[in-house]
């Protein structure tokens, strides 16, 4: 069974104080210490975890006030190890050392598989804390990776480094760490930086107490009377960026609050050639407060905007002339705006409130009529919709917002609902997916990987409204669900809710197989599939599309990015490559609908700012439940 690559998102629980430079709400630790307690925090008592007295070790040997070692540490990782070997931004144990290699760069949101500079996006000094930690230490990089005390220690020695580099010293007095604990953040922006320091000094005044996932509890007791020197800030020359920033609507509550550097790249869209033609849907896997504090960790993914499900409070993380890292995939980030949505995809829909889709639907009119982006699904797109830049990558591909996005509701909001009445046409002809999300339920399995929210113990089968129609091998409803080649081996599907394969979603369109009785086939991934319609109730017939197939009588290649041939980069500038999805082809006598005219290849290099394009042009397919690309040679389109 196809199991979701993790999104490891942090889990914290975040204090009073919050994202305070940005105007953004509050909320309280979990847990508060008594205020009668001393502020110094006095070393771990006997019945202190192995945790706690690691944290009190590590803060004497370097220096550092225990509590600004533990408010850094929570607001790292929330005094929990990432699960699995690292954070998906590349960082390592308690302390969230960064050591983010080419591959990470290739397989995460930054989608650089195939490119000559992955090495170079790698190398950014923000991405190599543990390195430096290594070296002041003199600990092994596996120790400060695996070993938690190692890791904490780490830690420490950094932010005595940093407090040496900006007071001279280690004082003793927590709030003159104010410019330390903001260069840990690893930020290059000052508002940024503030912002992880004001959380962290927020948390040192109000303490904070979990119980982590091994049992063990770590205290940090309340200091309200520590005043942080936030004029520290100055010594580090960081970049100034201003809530006037923001590129947003004006009637929604919008505040600009910068991702890391490394997550992203400085470009000049569309000034530059580089065309803005996609908006991609996502959700956080996490709590809005995270995703903002995971977006600021350099390694990892971005987007441009972030909305959370409460309120529909809105920030801008990556102003929309720059590559935002969000879709794990380069050429689809080259020419798109990502934005996060506060929500988890197998929640059954209960985090996407109407006031969310609301303030997504104003924000994606707002920058389709500025960047001139079709207002249809074959634009508008879901994460889920985006394929791996590679043959390795498919699989892996993340799968949000997942079967509970109402994606009739939404494009309803944006004003651009399905046009005409339900119904199929003849075979040859393309239909538009259109089951009423209120009454089209399906049902899927839910298992505890599925969700981290930790409220799916085991797994479940759950009945709930859907986007998506099951497509089938055969017209019965007894006949195998279809296995996307990627993902099944054997080419059977399952009803697991991250099984994406198996289903075409609201808005998406096709061309007409086959009917027989109550069921429509449809070409998908290279196949022909079946799916339950009877009167045409889940489609509305499609006009004026441009439908694409095989040219000749040999199957056409099938791509995960558009990049110029080798031979058209400038010798000065290293190509980056490609080469056909293994699993899919399209099939002689089969047609997709291509979901714009064909465009040129093209790539990006931000060191010097240059764009290549190609000469060869490119469509975009909607392939299978993901979208795809094939050289305009290789088909033959109509309308």
Not at 220 to 236: E, F, I, K, M, N
Request: glycine residues 10%; aromatic residues 8%.
């Amino acid at each position: 069974m196809h199991e979701r690559k993790p999104r490891w998102r942090l889990p914290l629980t975040v204090t009073a104080g919050l994202l305070a430079a940005a105007g953004l709400a509050t909320v309280p630790p979990t847990a508060l210490a008594s205020s009668s307690e001393s502020a110094a925090n006095a070393p771990a008592r006997s019945a202190d975890s192995a945790r706690q007295s690691a944290f009190a070790r590590a803060a004497a040997e370097y220096r550092v006030p225990l509590p600004v070692l533990l408010a850094v540490a929570y607001h790292e990782s929330a005094w929990e190890a990432p699960r699995g070997e690292h954070s998906t931004s590349g960082g390592y144990g308690l302390m969230h050392l960064t050591d983010v290699t080419p591959k990470m760069m290739a397989e995460g949101d930054a989608g650089a598989a195939g490119r000559a500079d992955v090495k170079k996006l790698a190398a950014d000094p923000a991405l190599h804390t543990l390195d430096a930690a290594a070296g002041l230490t003199g600990l092994a990089a596996k120790a400060l990776r695996e070993e938690q005390e190692a890791n904490i220690r780490g830690g420490a020695a950094l932010l005595a480094s940093y407090a040496k580099d900006t007071v001279g010293g280690t004082p003793s007095d927590p709030g003159k760490w104010y410019a330390a604990v903001a260069r840990y953040s690893g930020s290059g922006d000052e508002r940024a930086a503030r912002a992880f320091a004001d959380r962290v000094f927020a948390t040192i005044k109000a303490g904070a107490e979990e119980k982590t996932a091994d049992g063990e509890r770590v205290r940090l007791s309340a200091a309200p009377d520590v005043r942080p020197a936030t004029g520290q800030l100055t010594a580090l020359d960081l970049k100034r960026t201003t809530a006037g920033d923001t590129e947003c609507p004006p009637e929604l509550d919008c505040a600009f609050l910068p991702a890391a550097s490394a997550n992203g790249q400085v470009s000049n869209r569309p000034a530059n050639g580089i065309r803005i033609d996609s908006i991609v849907i996502h959700d956080t896997e996490s709590s809005y407060e995270s995703a903002i504090t995971t977006f600021q960790q350099p390694g990892g993914g971005s987007a441009h905007y972030v909305i959370r499900s409460s309120d529909g409070a809105v920030t801008q993380m990556v102003p929309t002339k720059d590559l935002s890292f969000h879709a794990g995939n380069y050429s689809v980030n080259m020419h798109s705006l990502g934005i996060e949505h506060e929500g988890y995809a197998a929640a059954g829909g209960t985090w996407y409130t109407q006031t969310e889709y609301e303030t997504s639907a104003a924000l994606v009119r707002y920058l389709a009529d500025r960047f001139d982006i079709p207002l249809d699904r074959q634009h508008i797109i879901g994460h889920d919709n985006v394929t791996g830049p590679n043959s390795a990558l498919v699989s892996g591909m993340h799968w949000d917002p997942g079967p509970s996005w109402d994606w009739g509701r939404f494009m309803r909001l944006v004003q651009a609902p399905p046009a005409g009445r339900h119904g199929v046409g003849p075979v040859g002809t393309a239909v538009t997916i259109t089951p009423e999300y209120a009454h089209n339920e399906q049902t899927v399995q839910v298992c505890p990987s599925d969700d981290p929210t930790g409220n799916t113990p085991e797994c479940t089968e759950r009945t709930q409204p859907s986007n998506f129609v099951y497509l089938r091998t055969e017209p019965s409803a007894t006949a195998p669900l279809f296995g996307d080649q990627a993902l099944h081996a054997d080419g059977v599907g399952t009803d697991r809710v991250n099984d994406w394969g198996s289903t075409a979603q609201a808005g998406q369109q096709f061309v007409v197989a086959g009917q027989k009785g109550d069921w429509t086939a449809i070409w998908f991934s290279g196949a022909k599939v079946w799916f339950h319609n009877p009167h045409g109730c889940n489609t509305t017939p499609a006009r004026g599309v441009t439908l694409v197939g095989a040219a000749g009588t040999s199957p056409a290649a099938v791509y995960g990015t558009s990049y110029p041939d080798a031979a058209e980069y400038p010798d000065n500038l290293s190509p980056s490559t490609q080469a056909p999805l293994s699993f899919y082809q399209v099939p002689p006598g089969q047609a997709y609908v291509a979901t714009a005219q064909a465009e040129p290849t093209d790539d990006y290099f931000p060191s010097s700012g240059r764009v290549v394009t190609g000469g060869k042009k490119m469509y975009t397919i909607q392939y299978n439940h993901r979208t795809a690309l094939v050289y305009e040679g290789d088909v033959t389109a109509k309308r």
